[in-house]
T-cell receptor, first 110, second 113 residues
Framework: GDSVTQMEGPVTLSEEAFLTINCTYTATGYPSLFWYVQYPGEGLQLLLKATKADDKGSNKGFEATYRKETTSFHLEKGSVQVSDSAVYFCALRGDDKIIFGKGTRLHILP | IAGITQAPTSQILAAGRRMTLRCTQDMRHNAMYWYRQDLGLGLRLIHYSNTAGTTGKGEVPDGYSVSRANTDDFPLTLASAVPSQTSVYFC????????????FGQGTRLTVV
């Protein structure tokens, strides 16, 4: 079945560091791919998405490119801020549902 | 403000008791979902509904039931709670099963003792 694998956390970085959170997927066909973010005490909210191969999703300085050849959708940000501390979920749109990875907790130190 | 409302926000429940978690959305979304979030396991789908009057089982449906009598409401019932059902429960919705973005409620923290 369809699945998503993302790097385990927690990831701890200093402010202004470069961020990469790896995500790979297994799916039939070419599903839409997402990154969701969960801030402390809140539900998940969509961060960015890509609906077809080579699409780049971007929002709030975060980017991810849909790579069909490597079945990947890695999340990147050039300069992280303390306010980016959260849990990040990679996900794909499967039949009847959205399938989530296990989440990566990100800590940004001032 | 449009969105998804879950109730209660938190609950401590004795094992063996029956409990219904409420979820209401005012966005007229057809598809709704219940997930549980556990440390190290991420989000796991319990049940879903693609449209009013229909429901389906997700990855971890045992011990839970749902109903979808109308578009707005999607309650989740634990018939006889067990400690392993201690978790944070999230309700979500999207326009339809083909639409890309899901909207989440704030979650219900349930502790079964």
């Amino acid at each position: 079945g369809d699945s998503v694998t993302q790097m385990e956390g927690p990831v701890t970085l200093s402010e202004e560091a470069f961020l990469t959170i790896n995500c790979t997927y297994t799916a039939t066909g070419y599903p839409s791919l997402f990154w969701y973010v969960q801030y402390p005490g809140e539900g998940l909210q969509l961060l960015l998405k890509a609906t077809k191969a080579d699409d780049k999703g971007s929002n709030k300085g975060f980017e991810a490119t849909y790579r069909k050849e490597t079945t990947s959708f890695h999340l990147e940000k050039g300069s992280v801020q303390v306010s980016d501390s959260a849990v990040y979920f990679c996900a794909l749109r499967g039949d009847d549902k959205i399938i989530f990875g296990k989440g990566t907790r990100l800590h940004i130190l001032p | 403000i449009a969105g998804i409302t879950q109730a209660p926000t938190s609950q401590i429940l004795a094992a063996g008791r029956r409990m219904t978690l409420r979820c209401t959305q005012d966005m007229r979304h057809n598809a709704m979902y219940w997930y549980r979030q556990d440390l190290g396991l991420g989000l796991r789908l319990i049940h879903y509904s693609n449209t009013a009057g229909t429901t389906g089982k997700g990855e971890v449906p045992d011990g839970y039931s749902v109903s979808r009598a109308n578009t707005d409401d999607f309650p989740l019932t634990l018939a006889s709670a067990v400690p392993s059902q201690t978790s944070v429960y999230f309700c979500a919705s999207r326009v339809d099963r083909m639409n890309t973005e899901a909207f989440f409620g704030q979650g219900t923290r349930l502790t079964v003792v």
